[in-house]
């Protein structure tokens, strides 16, 4: 029986680790993220709202937990830019980093970075879209037109899409990438949207996919967390 290499990827919106109960616990995300078992784990609003925007999770726990903060050469005390944030095992190598704004009326940004996985190089790309659809597709569209100058790499566009519908209205900003949607994740008590969500370059294939639910996620923030198994196409 052949062995197929995958790479595990996350994506988590931590709603800056306060809960449904309103309690902020970071220890408690953390928890959550930890039995994710990703490889890479793609986050949204890992930092606190107001300047200077301090990280919601301190870094002594992500580390604690094996994993470490990729650095997107954000300003001192935060985790992310706009709250955008990857965390990564060990064993996965950081080759690159970028980021940028995004066009909008709400303040949004991306965040881009390229390793070398077990399944060769992969570009990963996290995002929290607008609430807007106009907006989202600007934005989607600003991203595409960033990464084509870019050599041809295997790529994975993941995050907070915002998008309540099927993922066929975000098509037109993102040529060459495909969505893959895990199931539903929001609002994480009784989920009814698939707000968060995977696009794949035809590079990779998702093997599997799904919604994390399992205790203390419904309860952890108002997203659940989703994975995805990739293997090389």
Request: glycine share 8%.
């Amino acid at each position: 029986m052949t062995m197929i290499n995958t790479v595990r990827l996350a994506s988590y919106n931590l709603q800056k680790c306060v809960g449904m109960d309103m309690q902020r616990r970071p220890d408690r995300s953390m928890v959550v993220i930890r039995a994710l078992r990703a490889d890479i784990v793609v986050l949204q609003e890992a930092d606190k709202r107001l300047p200077p925007r301090p990280t919601a999770l301190p870094l002594e726990q992500i580390e604690k937990r094996g994993y470490v903060a990729v650095d997107f050469g954000q300003p001192g005390g935060s985790l992310g830019v706009h709250g955008n944030a990857m965390l990564i095992k060990p064993t996965v190598v950081l080759r690159d980093t970028a980021n940028m704004d995004l066009p909008g009326l709400e303040p949004r940004g991306t965040i881009r970075a390229e390793f070398e996985t077990p399944i060769g190089p992969v570009r990963v790309i996290g995002v929290h879209l607008g609430l807007l659809r106009r907006h989202r597709l600007m934005q989607l569209s600003a991203i595409t037109r960033a990464l084509r100058p870019l050599p041809d790499m295997p790529t994975i566009m993941a995050g907070d899409f915002n998008e309540w519908g099927p993922k066929r209205a975000l098509d037109v900003a993102t040529p060459g990438l495909d969505f893959v949607d895990p199931g539903h994740s929001f609002p994480a008590p009784r989920p009814i949207a698939p707000l968060d969500s995977f696009a794949l370059s035809h590079h990779l294939t998702a093997q599997k996919t799904g919604v994390h639910a399992r205790r203390p996620a419904a309860v952890a923030s108002d997203h659940l967390p989703v994975w995805i198994e990739l293997s090389s196409a």
